[in-house]
């Protein structure tokens, strides 16, 4: 839907936006239903994966949703409902070792269902800590207070990657678009090339920018300032939370623990190659077509305002309720939940829609002048401007 000239798209009412915005619920609900029933038995356990694939086909059959969000949006109840997801994942992080502890493999039926577990952590609690607890850390590490900012990064260690705290705000979003940055994936590039490649490189840049912040590129590791690199804390921090898990929970809910990090990591650098696939940003600012996104409803509302991606990265400050529409950008084939599986299960078929789309809207590698600003029929309002905020150098 393109926006006529002059006149503001339609907006969601307030009341609306506050229910439909619950749907964030939804997956971390479904986990912690998941921890308090068990442990399962290993036919049960396995059937625990069908509400992701429920997750999926709903996903895949949303509508669009073009509405804006009211200028009078009240920010404070969507504040709380993140900190409920925050304190959502938390439980369900402390619910995997508890139930986890009480698995064993010891005889043949224990380790049946012991076994059997894998499916379930790995799919439906790993796809939770990764469309969810990565998300809202994602939300809570662009924000200003540090209690917040402490909280993303709680989060993050929560499926050993508090590193993301950095390279995300510090590194990502002022290098998007460009080959300095690691998150960006290249036209024509795989998903298993881009995966190799970023997960090592942001990690070495997210080290970097700490030294930097801490004054001394090249900080040798024994200074005492050492102390206060954010990305060493986050490493020791997160040896100490598996030493825990080993020492209270036992061996298997550590191990079962770690792999639901893998998975929450896999999808998350997902998300990350097809937010930007194919893209090169032509100007120092960032503006709208220099992210991809989605119109998809569900999306939308289950993972909180992620689907308007381009928005949030023309103006990385602007909460995720008030994120907005954009017809100009680069649209996925389908919602996130089926343009993730698509770009790992069949990537060659991905590519191929990707870069018909990169033609339709001639951006990327087909971008044209024309193109290389936010369309002019967007309403004045509504064109993103400015940069990213610098909170954390």
Known sequence: MRTVSGIAPRSISVSRALALHLWAFALPLITLVFWLTGPHAWWASILWILPIVALVYIDN????????????LPGWP?????????????????????????????????????????????ILTGTNAGYSGIVVAHELVHRRNPIEYLMGRVLLMGVLYEHFATEHVRGHHPRVGTPDDPATARFGESHRDFVRRTIPAQFKSAWHLEKVRLGDA???????????????????????????????????????????????????????????????????????????????????????GLSRHADHHAQAARPYQKLRHFDETAKMPFGYYGTILTAFLNNERYQKLATAELKRKRLGPFRTSEAAAPATHVHPSLRPTGTLSSFGS
Do not use: C
């Open 218 to 304: 090249s900080l040798p590791w024994y200074s005492p300032r050492m102390l206060r690199h954010r990305v060493l804390q986050g490493v020791v921090a997160q040896v100490l939370i598996v030493v825990a898990y080993v020492l209270v929970f036992g061996w298997l809910a550590a191990a079962f623990f770690v792999l639901q990090a893998r998975t929450a990591v896999f999808l998350l650098e997902t998300v990350n190659y097809i937010e930007h696939w194919g893209l090169a940003r032509t100007g120092k600012k960032v503006v709208s077509v220099d992210s991809w996104d989605t119109d998809n409803w569900f999306t939308l509302y289950t993972l909180v």
């Open 78 to 122: 969507f504040d709380l409902q993140v900190y409920a997801l925050f304190a959502l994942q938390v439980l369900n992080h402390l619910l995997l070792g508890v139930v986890t502890s009480q698995l064993s493999i010891a005889t043949w039926p224990d380790a049946l269902q012991t076994f059997a577990m894998i499916f379930p952590v790995s």
């Open 61 to 72: 059959h949303a509508p669009p949703d073009h509405r804006q969000p009211p200028e009078d």
